[in-house]
């Protein structure tokens, strides 16, 4: 069974910069975020495969950046100039290279606020 472990979360002001991880207990197909606020559906933050495709939501195009390890068992999501509505769990999710079956991780809160 696949596992996902993350890290990185806490409170920002605005305007600053955090960094999550995303460790995975196999080799990953793809690899990301969703985010979700209170009260909002979840939505894609960042995601990248195997060979390093990339693909970003709307909302954090040009702030935010997603990168792998060579194997892809980590992600990493550097967040630059957050904002107050950047404020959500962040959720790791991917894909292994054995099973087509989406996995989810814990959860990790990202506060952006003053």
């Known amino acids: 069974q696949v596992q996902l472990v993350e890290s990185g979360g806490g409170l920002v002001q605005p305007g600053g910069s955090l960094r999550l991880s995303c460790t995975a207990s196999?080799?990953?197909?793809?690899m990301g975020w969703y985010r979700q606020a209170p009260g909002k559906q979840r939505e894609l933050v960042a995601m990248?495969?195997?060979?390093?495709?990339?693909n970003y939501g709307d909302s954090v195009k040009g702030r935010f950046t997603i990168s792998k390890s060579p194997s892809l068992l980590t992600a990493y999501l550097q967040m630059n100039s957050l904002q107050a509505e950047d404020t959500a769990v962040y959720y790791c999710t991917g894909r292994s290279i054995l099973s087509a079956d989406l996995t989810w991780g814990q959860g990790t809160q990202v506060t952006v606020s003053s």
């Open positions: 990248i495969t195997r060979a390093g495709a990339k």
């Open positions: 196999v080799n990953m197909f793809s």
